[in-house]
């Protein structure tokens, strides 16, 4: 390889910008992740209220 070869290599890696789109979705993804994974935490709470509730009215104090 030349050194021309080279450095028109590394100029079209880095004008290439179908890697951004990637990196933007993996991204988009860890953040939906996380706002799943708080909204579980947040309302685990509530929801186990809720079930043990609704458990005792149907089954008595089994629950």
Request: glycine fraction near 10%; aromatic fraction near 4%.
């Amino acid at each position: 390889m030349t050194l021309q070869t080279i450095k028109t290599s590394l100029l079209k890696f880095a004008k290439d910008e179908d890697g951004l789109t990637i990196v933007e979705y993996a991204v988009a993804g860890g953040l939906i992740t996380v706002a799943v994974a708080a909204m579980f935490v947040l309302l685990g709470g509530a929801v186990n209220t809720r079930i043990t509730a609704l458990c005792a009215a149907v089954k008595g104090a089994a629950c």
